[in-house]
Each structure stands twice: as structure tokens, then as C-alpha cells.
């Protein structure tokens, strides 16, 4: 059985990592051809147009995946469908950007279609360690449609760095998937979970430092949304011991979207309102180099992988926490330290 599941991981992966390594280089073509690109300017870090589109490639690759490995149901319908509408938003917002509210739009239509058809809600929160038993009642439904929306925003929000996002990315499906494996839950959550591993490794390797290619708002978003549902689908499954588990393993773009939101109301601006302070700005000034920076990311993200792995598969909530502790404490230090939050001194290259 353990060998059955291998060999499955294995094709899980390398089908859509060939697919989306092979497919980029088209969409590259695609991308200058219909104007695509991101053009630098003084909030962005690279010094060339290159081109956007990536997410497609993405995309394909989850498709290609789904047809040759997933199962039909009503619930992947709804993933399906809302996925489409997050890449018709990503793509025409990749080719001549939107306004914040018709992006909104996709992402709520994309968010209700997995609540309201899919039948993927949140419903209660149960944290057996604490004793702590929390209903949701009909306050699912907004709280559900919040947690996607919220997700697909800090993925869009992290996408600063070559190779940052997608890495990120990386981590977090492996570490979904290890537990999954590892538990024997071999439904939908795992199956997808392994797809988007395998389009996320194939599209760094057009995507790592120096890229030449950018995965775009239909790459971002494209996959914070996934990531919703992959975890919707393990907590309704119980594929994980709680719904914070993978909430923790994204603790670097979520805690990067709320100080961004915090930046932006203390100065008076809009929360949608792009600027140079998030968490890899604040390496970069640090005299990281973008390498530098995104591995250092991909180190801490690991490292709370890590911890959520353990916590969930040794059954020790005790020492998950003190991990997780060390870990939260820490990377607060660093924010303390820099003008994430609160700027310091005015910064000539800042919005």
C-alpha cells in the first residue's frame, strides 16, 4: 500500500511539473505578443518588462492533472468553475490592469461558487487542546467566503520577488501533503495538493531568480484559491487535527497582508493601495540579495511547515506550540525592528 501510494505521488507530481515546464516558454510568446508584461518602475525590483501570464501555465498544469488523476464530483465542479473565474480576472488583469472593485468581483463570484454550489464551508472551529468548541451557524457562509478571499489576497499580496510566491507555495502543498499521505487520506485534497506541488516546482524553473517570467494576479490568485480549498477540503475530511494548521504554515504572507493593512490605515490610504514595505523590502534593505531574501523566506516558511508537520503526525500539541512560539517571536522581533508597521524614517524610493 505505502508503495502504491508513492508511485502515485510521483506521477501526481511530474505530470504537471513537465506539462507547466514545457508550456511556459508558449506563454512567454503569448504574453509579449498580447502586451502582458510588468514594466518597472519605482515600487517594483526588477529592471526589465518581463513578461506576466505565468499563472496560465499554472493553470494548465492543474488541469492536465485533474483530467488524468481526479475524480468527478459536484465539489470539484465548483472548484472548476471557480477557478476559471479567478483566471479570467487574473489574465485581463495581467493584460491591462483592473480597478480594485471588478477584481473584487471575480474573486467573490469565484468564492461564492465553491460556498453555495460546492457545499465547502466552515462551519465550526473544535481546538480539543484547549476544550475550546466554536459554531459558526449561518455566520459560515460570510466567514467562509472571507477565509477565501483572504487567501487569494495574501498570496497576490507576497508575490513581490522572483520565485517568492510560487515557493512559498511549494512548501505549503508539501507539507498538506505529507500529512495526508501519511494519514491515508487519499481523496480530492490529496490529489490536488500533489498537482499543484508539481505546477508550482515546474513553474520555478522559469520563475526562480532571474525569472523570466512573472506568474502575474492570475498565478497569485490562482493559487491562494486553491489553497483555500485544499484546506476546506482537508478540514471537512479531517485530513488536518484543525483548520489553523495550514493558516500557520502560511504565517508569513498572512502576517504580511495584515501589517500591509495596518501600514496603509495609519497613513491614511487604501488598503489596495500598492507600496514598498512588505516583508521582502524589508530584507532587501537589509542588503539581502533577492536570492538571498527569498530562500531566507522559503527557510521560515519551511520551518513552520515543519513544525505543523510534526505537531499533526507525533499527536504533541505541547511541543507544536513551543515551535510555533519560537517561530512567531522571532520573525516578531524582525518586524519590530523594521518599518513594516510604522515607517522610521522617510524612505526615498517609498510611495
Known amino acids: 500500500m505505502e508503495k502504491e501510494i508513492f508511485f502515485k505521488i510521483v506521477g501526481l507530481v511530474l505530470v504537471p511539473f513537465f506539462v507547466v515546464a514545457c508550456i511556459i516558454p508558449f506563454i512567454k510568446k503569448i504574453a509579449e505578443h498580447v502586451g502582458a508584461l510588468d514594466i518597472p ?25 485533474y483530467m488524468l488523476f481526479g475524480e468527478h464530483t459536484a465539489t470539484m465542479n465548483s472548484i472548476l468553475i471557480g477557478s476559471f473565474f479567478i483566471i479570467i480576472t487574473g489574465v485581463i488583469d495581467d493584460i491591462k490592469p483592473l480597478n480594485p472593485l471588478p477584481k473584487f468581483m471575480g474573486q467573490l463570484a469565484a468564492a461564492a461558487v465553491v460556498v453555495f454550489y460546492g457545499g465547502l464551508l466552515i462551519k465550526d ?3 480539543k487542546a484547549f476544550n475550546f468548541y466554536l459554531d459558526f451557524w449561518y455566520f459560515s457562509y460570510p466567514i467562509t467566503i472571507f477565509f477565501i478571499l483572504g487567501c487569494i489576497n495574501c498570496i497576490n499580496l507576497i508575490d513581490g520577488l522572483d520565485g517568492l510566491a510560487s515557493g512559498i507555495s511549494a512548501i505549503f502543498f508539501l507539507a498538506i501533503g505529507i500529512v495526508a499521505a501519511c494519514k491515508c487520506q487519499l481523496g480530492l485534497s490529496f490529489v490536488l495538493t500533489f498537482i499543484m506541488l508539481g505546477s508550482c516546482i515546474g513553474f520555478l524553473v522559469h520563475n526562480f531568480h532571474p525569472a523570466t517570467i512573472f506568474m502575474g494576479d492570475s498565478g497569485s490568485m490562482f493559487l491562494g484559491f486553491i489553497m483555500a480549498c485544499i484546506t476546506m477540503l482537508g478540514y471537512k475530511n479531517v485530513m488536518m487535527s484543525c483548520l489553523i494548521i495550514p493558516l500557520l504554515i502560511l504565517s508569513i504572507p498572512i502576517l504580511d497582508t495584515v501589517f500591509a493593512i495596518v501600514r496603509r490605515k495609519l497613513k491614511g490610504e487604501s488598503i489596495s493601495k500598492p507600496d514598498k514595505s512588505h516583508i521582502h523590502h524589508q530584507f532587501l534593505r537589509r542588503n539581502f540579495s533577492q536570492v538571498g531574501t527569498v530562500l531566507s523566506l522559503y527557510v521560515i516558511t519551511a520551518l513552520f511547515a515543519l513544525a505543523s508537520v510534526i505537531y499533526v503526525l ?3 500539541p505541547i511541543f507544536g506550540y513551543i515551535i ?12 519590530c525592528k523594521t518599518d513594516i508597521i510604522v515607517t522610521k524614517k522617510k524612505k526615498e524610493d517609498e510611495e
Not at 512567531?328 to 522581533?333: D, K
Open 314 to 316: 507525533a499527536n504533541n
Open 125 to 127: 472551529i473544535d481546538i
Open 324 to 335: 510555533y512560539g519560537i517561530l512567531l517571536v522571532g520573525f516578531l522581533i524582525f518586524c
Open 41 to 65: 518602475n519605482a515600487r517594483k525590483v526588477h529592471k526589465e518588462p518581463i513578461a506576466r501570464l505565468g499563472g496560465l501555465g499554472i493553470y494548465i498544469g492543474f488541469l492536465v492533472g
